[in-house]
């Protein structure tokens, strides 16, 4: 075999293999224990229903849709353990598998030192603890997002069937991009940005408006595009992790709105180092990535410039009144009240601008000091764990497994496949388990019971607790609340009735227990939880609407289809290619010939 075809093979493997290390280290809570990650953003149970809500077809705004419905597909097949495992590690690999492929024509020490900063990166450490691992998973596509745009855009000038195939490959990492609603613009911003050509603009544009579709056509039709609270602009906006404002914690790549989840090594010196290294890494690196990435480079950096744009918004007087008015007045438009996660295809911007400079500098040594590449490349592949070498202190509490008490399954028991709604006590959408971490966590009774769950969604930020979003929830809190309320408890059980709740499910381990209404009747007593159920069940389900559910679920059908249909193409094609490749290495004799 020519060495070159081996090195071409042995290249990308070792690179990945880099890439899957440090995704272990970030994740080895996870990997190296049994049990469940539950703790912020991040809950996965045994089960997840199917619910029409993962639709968006509640009466909250779907921003975590279709995330949640393909997880509940998921878990026909795979338990909540394995999908946590398989989908935390995949997403890290595939942002470094992909980040390094993007950078073929760089010296593969630049290409090593890509792959890790874009797994190892304030960004990615970030979001990772707090939970966010949807957000990540678009951060990953994008990487491929990007070079499939770059793939089309060079078929423009080729015949039509030619660009719909690279079409079709667009489509893939944008609709896995697409799991979240932040996703789905950012890659299709990306994706018409970078693969716009006289020839191949209405084929980006039909890709990037398919994958907004699961999101965008229930909030057009319903509660589902309501309206948020403008408070929550301040609180979600970026936050300064150091002396020098918002915008320099930004360049480094940080200022998350949360001060829990940031590595405590960014607000001291190391962090300052960050931001002077983005900005020398973006303007040194820009030459160089432009002769890497010469269709993409200054396309990316438009994207990028966009995003750093929306992030900065909210941190200025002006800004921050623009974005208050568009998340009172516009439904849909509290996607925009979290700044920082706009600086994604920054971050994309960034990683691969790290891989150019390291490119320049490993030739230039080359040239003049061939001994200094190995020193020089060394130095380049670790700097992203130097300047950021806490970012465990941080991961590893979010992903760190727990094992649920039998309590869960007890109610499931009893509530699964029932009439009626479910209210979970406290009423509050995060609680701390004394059996599990120490980090609030989103109430994973949203996820596991197989029946309709009414939780608060008034969510505390700090010291403010932002206005809720749903009005059933808001009645059913004040009906809850009512029953603390001396007199208030036979009222309070006949208004839950009237609103559907039958059960009642309540942390008994919680610091306080809760005031019940009357009426309802204790179905189950554990250690950890208590199930009440109404005396006298009133079973008034939530009703969306025939009209809507047909709409939406014919929409969602429509684009899983072109998806599955893009899949097989793709995997069918790049068969055939590779088929073809092992005939024409075969002698003559063997080929029928």
């Known amino acids: 075999m020519d060495p070159r075809a081996r090195s071409g093979r042995f290249v990308p493997a070792a690179l990945d293999l880099w890439v899957a290390v440090l995704a272990a280290l970030l994740l080895w809570p996870l990997l190296s224990s049994a ?4 703790a912020r953003d991040l809950v996965f149970t045994p089960h997840q229903p199917f619910r029409l809500a993962w639709l968006g077809l509640g009466d909250t705004p779907a921003r975590a849709v279709p995330l949640d419905a393909l997880v509940a597909l998921a878990d026909l097949v795979v ?7 398989v989908t935390l590690v995949g997403v890290l690999v595939l942002a470094g598998g992909a980040a390094h492929r993007l950078l073929q024509g760089a010296h593969p020490v630049a290409r090593a030192a ?3 900063f874009a797994v190892w990166n304030p960004f990615v450490v970030e979001r990772l603890a707090l939970g966010q691992w949807a957000l990540l998973s678009a951060y990953a596509a994008c990487f491929a997002v990007v070079a499939a745009a770059v793939r089309l855009r060079r078929v423009s000038d080729e015949e039509g069937g030619t660009r719909v195939r690279a079409a079709v490959v667009l489509l893939l990492p944008s609709a896995l991009a697409s799991v979240t609603p932040t996703g789905a613009v950012v890659a299709g911003a990306l994706g018409v940005v970078v693969a716009s050509t006289r020839g191949t603009r209405r084929l980006a544009v039909a890709v990037a408006a398919v994958v907004q579709l699961p999101w965008l056509v229930p909030a057009l039709l319903g509660a589902a595009g309501a309206t948020g609270d403008p408070a929550a602009v301040d609180a979600f906006a970026a936050r ?15 200022g998350v709105w949360d001060a829990g989840s940031v590595p405590p090594s960014r607000s001291g010196v190391l962090g300052h180092v960050g931001s002077v290294l983005v900005v020398a890494v973006l303007g ?15 396309r990316l950096l438009v994207v990028a410039g966009v995003g750093l744009g929306l992030a900065v918004a909210a941190t200025v007087p002006a800004g921050a009144d623009l974005v208050r008015r568009l998340v009172e007045g516009v439904p849909g438009a509290g996607l925009v009240r979290d700044g920082q996660k706009w600086l994604l295809p920054g971050v994309v911007l960034v990683v691969l601008s790290f891989g150019a400079v390291v490119d320049g500098l490993l030739r230039a040594a080359r040239e003049r000091s061939p001994g200094l590449v190995a020193t020089m490349g060394t130095v380049a592949v670790l700097l992203p764990l130097v300047v950021l070498p806490d970012a465990t202190r941080v991961v590893w509490p979010t992903v760190r497994p727990v094992d649920y008490p039998d309590d869960f399954a007890r109610v499931a028991q009893v509530v699964d496949g029932t009439d009626g709604s479910m209210a979970s006590l406290p009423w509050a959408p995060y609680r701390v388990f004394p059996w599990g971490s120490p980090l609030a966590v989103y109430d994973p009774a949203s996820r596991w019971f197989d029946v309709d769950v009414v939780m608060s969604d008034r969510l505390s930020v700090g010291p403010v607790t932002l206005g809720g979003e749903s009005g059933r929830s808001a009645a059913v809190g004040t009906a809850l609340a009512r029953a603390g309320r001396p007199g208030g408890a036979v009222a309070a059980g006949d208004e839950l009735r009237r609103l559907g709740v039958r059960w009642l499910l309540v942390q008994a381990d919680s610091s306080a227990h809760p005031a019940l209404p009357a009426g309802y009747v204790a179905r189950l ?27 939406v679920v014919s929409v969602d059908a429509l684009v899983a289809a072109l998806v599955l249909a893009a899949l097989v193409l793709t995997t069918r094609h790049r068969f055939s290619r590779r088929r073809g490749l092992l005939a024409g290495m075969l002698p003559r004799t063997q080929r029928g010939s």
């Open 284 to 298: 040194f690196g820009w030459p160089r990535l432009r002769r890497l990435l010469p269709e993409a480079a200054p």
């Open 79 to 85: 338990g909540g353990d394995v999908l946590a495992r």
């Open 240 to 254: 300064a992790e150091r002396p020098g404002g918002a915008l320099w914690s930004l360049l480094g790549l940080g």
């Open 525 to 551: 007593r554990g250690a950890h939880l208590e199930l009440y159920e109404s005396a006298d069940p009133v079973v008034l389900q939530p009703d969306p609407g025939a009209l809507r559910v047909a709409t």
């Open 35 to 38: 049990g469940h990650p539950l």
């Open 114 to 116: 890509a792959a890790g």
